[in-house]
């Protein structure tokens, strides 16, 4: 069956330039979770969805970070304005409530 | 404080050995644990679920500890292949410890 699967695989942008990453989570899975990794670093939790809802937010690092998900399937991510120190991988996870995540494999972001 | 906390390590060790990793969370009210395993530059992939009896899959040992809320791994006869990051993870908040670094050396 399909995995978490995320997109662009790879996105580089300019310093200021907006950017979208998506995720398109397990089908049936109704939790999807947002981390950052930066290199040699651990997972920093961004957000988590439980269905259309984010009752965590709480690890977005600024307001230029934002989260959506419609349908309860497939999230977006959208960082506004973006800075160098925004360079990091950022990968998604779904699962069924109470269940373990998988992870998609993730959207290496550089910004120049 | 973090959630979760662990030894960054690196723990470095020669094949054979066995090596044990623990986690420490601080929300008491915390039900399911899990063991992840990140390889370099690739996401991180379910090892094992930790259950309140302990489990055991082949080499690995995972245990829960509620009263001194802690978590633990034991790898057994260390392979090669077992080199990695183990990261620890509470299932109520769903955030990662820093990951532990083990290096099985020939």
């Known amino acids: 069956g399909a995995g978490v699967s995320q997109s662009p695989s790879n996105k580089v942008t300019e310093k200021g330039k907006d950017v979208e990453l998506r995720c398109d989570p397990i089908?049936?899975?109704?939790?999807l979770y947002w981390y950052r990794q930066s290199l040699g670093q651990g997972l920093e939790f961004l957000i988590y969805?439980?269905?259309?809802?984010?009752?965590?937010k709480s690890g977005l690092p600024s307001d230029r970070f934002s989260a959506e998900r419609t349908g309860g399937s497939v999230s977006t991510l959208t960082i506004q304005r973006t800075q160098q120190e925004d360079s990091a991988v950022y990968l998604c996870?779904?699962?069924?409530?109470?269940?373990?995540?998988?992870f998609g494999p993730g959207t290496r972001l550089t910004v120049t | 404080r973090k959630e979760v906390e662990q030894d960054p390590g690196p723990f470095n060790v020669p094949e054979g050995a066995t090596v044990a990793f623990n986690c420490t969370y601080s929300?008491?009210?915390?039900?399911?644990f899990f063991w992840y395993r990140q390889d370099c530059r690739k996401e991180p992939k379910l090892l094992m679920s930790?259950?309140?009896s302990g489990n055991e899959d082949g080499r690995f040992t995972a245990q829960l500890n509620r009263a001194s809320q802690y978590i633990s791994l034991l790898i057994r006869d260390s392979k090669l292949s077992d080199s990695a990051t183990y990261l620890c993870?509470?299932?109520?908040?769903?955030?990662f410890g820093a990951g532990t670094r083990l290096t099985v050396k020939p």
């Open positions: 996870a779904s699962s069924l409530p109470g269940s373990m995540a998988y």
């Open positions: 089908s049936g899975h109704t939790a």
């Open positions: 969805f439980q269905g259309n809802s984010a009752p965590d």
């Open positions: 929300n008491s009210a915390s039900q399911s």
């Open positions: 930790v259950y309140s």
């Open positions: 993870v509470a299932y109520n908040d769903m955030r």
